[in-house]
């Protein structure tokens, strides 16, 4: 049934939530409404239900914060899409080994087997080692672990050596969601030598 439809037709109350930077699957028609596309849920709820006589409150900031990530992630993934407003970190948790970190791909192993992270790729294609947890990045939505390992695409270490590169909007979304979805720590695998603010560079003797 047509969302809209269903709304109107309910005489109790709704409360939906989401967060438009985590749009990895499209579960709607999506070419009738391909103008709310790349997370435009805002536009939709305006245009859609209030235009249509519906009671709607929209609220961006009750729910913004995290209760999941340390202020570490927080501050690495806050910069995916700076048109949000950023998260603050709800929590205080802390570990022996805390933020965000590049790892080079000869220390993969050594960093598996120390952390245990969730392994985090963008397709299967990714061959990546099957003895540690590994899911694709729109199946880890939704997922808290204390600890991750990402494999990049090449776009995505792109945005890391240039934060002003052309990212899609797909792309974004799963870095954020892959950067959100650990407690601890996130690790990034890089073979460059790059600097980026809020990232470490992990060595075998971290």
């Given at each position: 049934?047509?969302?809209?439809?269903?709304?109107?037709?309910?005489?109790?109350?709704?409360?939906?939530?989401?967060?438009?930077?985590?749009?990895?699957?499209?579960?709607?028609?999506?070419?009738?409404?391909?103008?709310?596309?790349?997370?435009?849920?805002?536009?939709?709820?305006?245009?859609?239900?209030?235009?249509?006589?519906?009671?709607?409150?929209?609220?961006?900031?009750?729910?913004?914060?995290?209760?999941?990530?340390?202020?570490?992630?927080?501050?690495?993934?806050?910069?995916?899409?700076?048109?949000?407003?950023?998260?603050?970190?709800?929590?205080?948790?802390?570990?022996?080994?805390?933020?965000?970190?590049?790892?080079?791909?000869?220390?993969?192993?050594?960093?598996?087997?120390?952390?245990?992270?969730?392994?985090?790729?963008?397709?299967?294609?990714?061959?990546?080692?099957?003895?540690?947890?590994?899911?694709?990045?729109?199946?880890?939505?939704?997922?808290?672990?204390?600890?991750?390992?990402?494999y990049p695409t090449k776009p995505i270490l792109s945005w890391f050596e240039d934060h002003t590169s052309n990212l899609a909007f797909?792309?974004?979304?799963?870095?954020?969601?892959?950067?959100?979805?650990?407690?601890?720590?996130?690790?990034?695998?890089?073979?460059?030598?790059?600097?980026?603010?809020?990232?470490?560079?992990?060595?075998?003797?971290?």
């Open positions: 049934m047509d969302i809209i439809k269903m709304l109107m037709q309910s005489q109790s109350k709704i409360i939906m939530v989401g967060d438009p930077r985590q749009v990895t699957y499209y579960t709607h028609f999506s070419r009738k409404y391909s103008k709310y596309k790349n997370g435009n849920i805002v536009d939709f709820i305006k245009k859609e239900c209030i235009n249509k006589k519906l009671d709607c409150i929209i609220d961006e900031i009750t729910l913004k914060d995290s209760w999941r990530n340390n202020q570490l992630i927080c501050d690495v993934s806050n910069r995916v899409f700076l048109n949000y407003l950023p998260n603050v970190s709800l929590h205080k948790e802390v570990s022996s080994h805390d933020g965000v970190f590049f790892v080079k791909s000869n220390d993969i192993e050594h960093y598996l087997e120390k952390y245990k992270p969730l392994q985090l790729r963008d397709t299967r294609r990714k061959k990546v080692n099957e003895n540690y947890p590994v899911l694709n990045f729109g199946e880890s939505k939704g997922k808290t672990v204390k600890r991750a390992l990402i797909s792309s974004r979304c799963k870095l954020y969601v892959a950067l959100t979805r650990a407690i601890h720590s996130v690790a990034i695998v890089c073979d460059k030598d790059i600097s980026v603010e809020g990232i470490s560079n992990y060595y075998r003797s971290n």
